[in-house]
């Protein structure tokens, strides 16, 4: 179990036991204190609701989310308002998640507000105008309202606003998607010299393999509601072990010509979450799949060090045992 041994060491971690009709199911994981672990997958694999648990915006039916040593899923509500100036979400609709009625100011002071941390509207102004620097706005713009800012600039106020209350994790749901490709690197960048200088803890949701190439840390791959496979940035994207990581790195822009050759391109959408497909539940569209998938579900095995992959076809890697 990941997240036993981690939950001694601050940070969070993430279990769910696994039965039944459910958008995650028997997922474990750990994100280390400082550390980024992107949750990468199609629509539909379940990664925000994933992220939703984190947080406890949704309760989970079953399962533990331990923040610093403590099961977060048992707190009251009391508790777990407190709680929630340590966790943070950034959303990825930076349009949909910023009150069109509220000033910038409004918006950002309201978390300062709510968890008492800048008292009079003096400091709250004061620390907005900080927070507006810090992600590279200009302090004046804090009497205008969301619609005279771009896509990007409204993403920038949406992470001020996050980090106002000096979370410890945040769950960036992806916070690049809804922008134009131009802006993006920006904003992961953004999101990486924030972490640099305030030591947080990410869980950055994309469903691109290519965005979370430079902020990721660790990497866990999402398939209907599983985490197929999970490790090194490193490992997983030069010795994916999983067909379904290979065919999602194989349809990101690759800037390696040889490995073109070996473009896997899935076939269908992914299964309706109701209709999980038995045994292994990628079966149905994983290009080398056998008899026994559609019969066996396969656990996560680690493969490299660190590295995990649920696929009764990994191998483990002879390279990675020796060094
Ligand atoms: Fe494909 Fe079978 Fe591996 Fe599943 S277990 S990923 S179906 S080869
Ligand atoms: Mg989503």
Known sequence: NLGKTFSDAGGLSFTSSSSGVRAVDGASFSVKAGETLALVGES????STLGRLLLRLIQPTDGEVLFEGRDITSLSAAEMRMMR???QMVFQDPYGSLSP??????????????FGIAKSARQRRERVAELLTQVGLSPSFMDRYPRQFSGGQRQRIGIARA????????????PVSALDVSVQAQIVNLLQDLQAERKFSYLFIAHDLAVVRHI???????????????????SVYSMPQHPYTQALLSAAPEPDPDRKASRIVLQGDVPSPSRVP??????????????????DRP???????????????????PLTQAG
């Not at 539909?44 to 990664?47: E, F």
């Not at 980090?163 to 992806?174: G, L």
């Open 163 to 174: 980090i106002s209350v000096n979370p410890q994790f945040i769950v960036a749901d992806e």
């Open 299 to 317: 656990g996560l095995r680690e493969v490299s060090p660190n590295q995990f992959s649920a696929c009764h076809f990994a191998t483990p890697n």
């Open 278 to 295: 038995p045994g292994c539940s990628f079966h149905t569209r994983c290009p080398i799949a056998k008899d026994i998938c559609k019969l």
């Open 101 to 114: 009625r509220r000033s910038i100011a409004q918006i950002i002071s309201e978390p300062l507000e709510v």
């Open 44 to 47: 539909g694999c379940g990664k």
């Open 216 to 234: 990721a840390d660790r990497v866990a791959v999402m398939y209907l509601g599983r985490i197929v496979e999970i490790g090194p940035k490193k």
């Open 85 to 87: 100036a340590k966790m």
